[in-house]
């Protein structure tokens, strides 16, 4: 079944270094993979996602990932964070379930952004 | 802005009573998914609805329901609350509900059980 793990519940970084956070995913066949960024009292939105096309992903606010089979993973990176960027990052994997397709999320990286 | 809404924001009851929830998916979007949020169980799946019809169940309680209707809208019925029930509950829409459409998510109702 496809699943994803997100390494460390917490990340801390300092304005203008570069931010990485980890994915890796569980999974038979190739997988679809997403990531969301979800800001305080919001709901989750897209960043971006992986759909076979190219292993490297760009999205939105400058964040990028790239999807490496060898090691089952899909990792997120930034090269400069910004304050802006304090959130609560899920890695995702449709799920097939009876027919359709389910968003499964990870647990969560919150990302904390020091001046 | 998502396109998605979600009506109430906020919510307060007491344990043992019944709230229903109202999501009102994207212009168009047929598949509508149910989650919780709390602290300890992250973000969990509940139900999925696609065009009116239940098409697949997560970790939803038998206190739990949800439909949805022939304009699309869906609602999230919780039952005989109890304090274990507090958490955001987020819907989210998407088109057709494939492998590889992103899900669109309102901003939640957080719901409180005193």
């Known amino acids: 079944a496809q699943s994803v793990t997100q390494l460390g519940s917490h990340v801390s970084v300092s304005e203008g270094a570069l931010v990485l956070l980890r994915c890796n995913y569980s999974?038979?066949?190739?997988?679809?993979l997403f990531w969301y960024v979800q800001y305080p009292n919001q709901g989750l939105q897209l960043l971006l996602k992986y759909t076979s096309a190219a292993t490297l992903v760009k999205g939105i606010n400058g964040f990028e990932a790239e999807f490496k089979k060898s090691e089952t993973s899909f990792h997120l990176t930034k090269p400069s964070a910004h304050m802006s960027d304090a959130a609560e990052y899920f890695c995702?994997?449709?799920?097939?379930?009876?027919?359709?397709?389910?968003?499964?999320f990870g647990r969560g990286t919150s990302l904390i952004v020091h001046p | 802005d998502s396109g998605v809404t979600q009506t109430p924001k906020h919510l307060i009851t007491a344990t043992g009573q019944r709230v229903t929830l109202r999501c009102s998916p994207r212009?168009?979007?047929?598949?509508v998914y149910w989650y919780q949020q709390s602290l300890d169980q992250g973000l969990q799946f509940l139900i999925q609805?696609?065009?009116?019809?239940?098409?697949a169940k997560g970790n939803i309680l038998e206190r739990f329901s949800a439909q949805q209707f022939p304009d699309l809208h869906s609602e999230l019925n919780l039952s005989s609350l109890e304090l274990g029930d507090s958490a955001l509950y987020f819907c989210?829409?998407?088109?057709?509900?494939?492998?590889?459409?992103?899900?669109?998510f309102g901003q939640g109702t957080r719901l409180t059980v005193v």
């Open positions: 995702a994997v449709t799920r097939a379930s009876g027919g359709s397709y389910i968003p499964t």
């Open positions: 989210a829409s998407s088109p057709m509900g494939t492998v590889n459409t992103e899900a669109f």
């Open positions: 609805y696609y065009n009116g019809e239940e098409r």
């Open positions: 999974s038979s066949v190739p997988p679809y």
């Open positions: 212009s168009g979007d047929l598949s």
